[in-house]
Nanobody, 127 residues
């Protein structure tokens, strides 16, 4: 079973910075994609930043230049550095991944990919 553990949320003043981290654990054969989404009250969940299946980094337009996604020393870990946070950006931030698992049965390896979400971490931006 794959689990995502997020940390680093909390309160920050407008213009402030915050770093979120996420670690995936479990029987992981390969991480296909891993990144961050967020959901504000009354709004749909939206992409923040992610490492894509092709190894590229994708940012939501408004966040590029202020937010930076990076990988941790462990290959199943990502960070999100957020700078110059805006008053309209409080939300629950969710870690997301697309993981490939490998199983072995009757002498044959089988592969499957599944997506997972973390439990979310609240980021509050206010003065």
């Amino acid at each position: 079973q794959i689990q995502l553990l997020e940390s680093g949320g909390g309160w920050v003043q407008p213009g402030g910075s915050m770093t979120l981290s996420c670690t995936a654990s479990g029987d992981i054969f390969n991480v296909i994609a891993m990144g961050w989404y967020r959901q504000a009250p009354g709004k749909q969940r939206e992409l923040v930043a992610t490492f894509t299946s092709s190894g590229e980094i994708k940012y939501e337009n408004d966040m590029q230049g202020r937010f930076t996604i990076s990988k941790g020393s462990g290959k199943n870990m990502v960070y999100l550095q957020m700078n110059n946070l805006k008053p309209e950006e409080p939300a629950v931030y969710y870690c997301h991944d697309d993981i490939m698992i490998r199983t072995f049965a009757s002498g044959i390896y089988s592969y499957a990919s599944n997506e997972h979400w973390g439990q979310g971490t609240q980021v509050t931006v206010s003065s």
